[in-house]
């Protein structure tokens, strides 16, 4: 089997959903349920004995350890983590917490279990670590895209607390000779996408015809690729990445924020026509984020020359399919849009001067 942390949070449940889809291996599912992770993501799978979930801390390295010698796994995916730039920039703390003690406590396990194999398991065995390319800071217009071998120089303390797991990653490689691989991939987007992040929130908004809360002049640029092809290259770099080796991920899409938002409303113009005007008539600029990254872009090559993985969707075949998927699945949404979300809405936009 596979042990998946995370699996409960947006791309952690993508995975599962699509590796069960395609494989009879089972997963396990470590994940602690914070407000971003969510058991309704992975409903279909109630009575599927190849999905067995265990609520529990990657800080806790006793309770993983228990479960890697009873289980066996022949691979550990890594994605469970705090993940919001803008929850990182309020409370830093758990950021630290989760990504980087996180990280090691799940670390020393997969070495305590790793080291106990023998032979062709411990030859097979991968801990694959999922990260992003916000570790590599930030790009002006015309500069060079991010590749493998450009320096991290993270700016956020999200982005800062994933390059750290990320190094700690690197060494457990050099140091143990743990079979690491890592993944640096760009803003996905898709199903079951929490809606506190720039997609899901403006097609929420949009809906429910609020404000859509652009940052500053909205010319930020994002890398954006679609969940599904996300999961396509982890599974590719599982089977046949090299040990030790960083594989970028991305969906040669570079779009400004303010071009993701226009677009998103001229489809949901389309799909669900309002009485009068257009979606855009919500945009409102508000106040920027503190050291708001201004570009991301990923040079994807290495990949596909490796391992021959490409994305498969276009931003606009991925958008459409994940704002039919969000007409098609309000009850998921108003599940996920209580307590804890609304305290952040609260936090978050509530002091912004109405337009
Ligand atoms: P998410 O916030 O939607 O989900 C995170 C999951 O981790 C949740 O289910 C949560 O309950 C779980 N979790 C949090 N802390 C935990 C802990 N201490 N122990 C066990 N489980 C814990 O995140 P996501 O968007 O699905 O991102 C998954 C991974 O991919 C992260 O490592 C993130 O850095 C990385 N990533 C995300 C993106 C993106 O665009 N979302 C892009 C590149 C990389
Ligand atoms: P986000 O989805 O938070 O991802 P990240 O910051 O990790 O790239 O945000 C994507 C972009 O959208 C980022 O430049 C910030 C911007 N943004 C807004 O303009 N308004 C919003 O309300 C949010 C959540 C994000």
Redesign the pocket.
Known sequence: MIFVTGGAGFIGANFVLDWLAQSDESVLNYDKLTYAGNLNNLASLNNDARHVFVKGDINDSAHLCGLFFEYQPRAIIHFAAE????RSIVGPAAFVTTNVNGTFGLLEAARTYWQSLEGEDKDNFRFLHIS?D?VYGTLSADDAAFSETTAYAPNSP?SATKAASDHLVRAYHHTYGLPVLTTNCS?NYGPYHFP????P??ITNARAGKDL????D?L?V?DWLYVKDHCSAIRRVLEAGRLGETYNVGGWNEQT?LS?VHTLCELLDELQPKAHGSYKDQIKH?TD?PG??RR?AIDARKIERELGWKPQETFSTGLRKTLEWYLANDDWTKQVQSGEYLKWVAL??EDEEQA
């Open positions: 993940s919001h730039v803008d992003t916000e999200y803003n506190e992040k720039l997609i929130l403006m809360p652009v940052y500053g909205g930020q994002r924020n993701v508000i984020r708001h990254d991301y978050q936009y």
